[in-house]
């Protein structure tokens, strides 16, 4: 069995910090690709960021220049540092993995989410 194991929500102020962390863990032959998806109320989710196993990256625009997504690869692990939070960032942001998890099979997976809230 595969787990996504997410940490770092909260509650912040206008302009301020959080970093997000998934870690992926259970029968896993090798990680495709991980990233951050978000759905704000009212809203359906979008991609936030996503990195591959090359370390390409993308980002939607709306996070661009405040959003940085990284990965350790030694501990199967992918991180989002938001800086410079909006209001509109507030959403229940979701980690996704792409993974290998045998020979012939790769298949999509997702945490449970994270609740982001950005208030004064």
């Known amino acids: 069995q595969v787990q996504l194991v997410e940490s770092g929500g909260g509650l912040v102020q206008p302009g301020g910090s959080l970093r997000l962390s998934c870690a992926a863990s259970?029968?896993?032959?090798?990680?495709?690709?991980m990233g951050w998806y978000r759905r704000a109320p009212g809203k359906q989710r979008e991609l936030v960021a996503r990195?591959?196993?090359?370390?390409?990256?993308n980002y939607a625009d709306s996070v661009k220049g405040r959003f940085t997504i990284s990965r350790d690869t030694a501990k199967s692990t992918v991180y989002l540092q938001m800086n410079i939070l909006k209001t509109e960032d507030t959403a229940v942001y979701y980690c996704?993995?792409?993974?290998?998890?045998?020979?012939?099979?790769?298949?999509?997976?997702w945490g449970q989410g994270t609740q982001v809230t950005v208030s004064s």
């Open positions: 996704n993995a792409f993974l290998q998890v045998s020979i012939n099979n790769a298949t999509n997976y």
């Open positions: 259970g029968s896993i032959f090798s990680i495709k690709a």
């Open positions: 990195i591959t196993s090359g370390g390409i990256t």
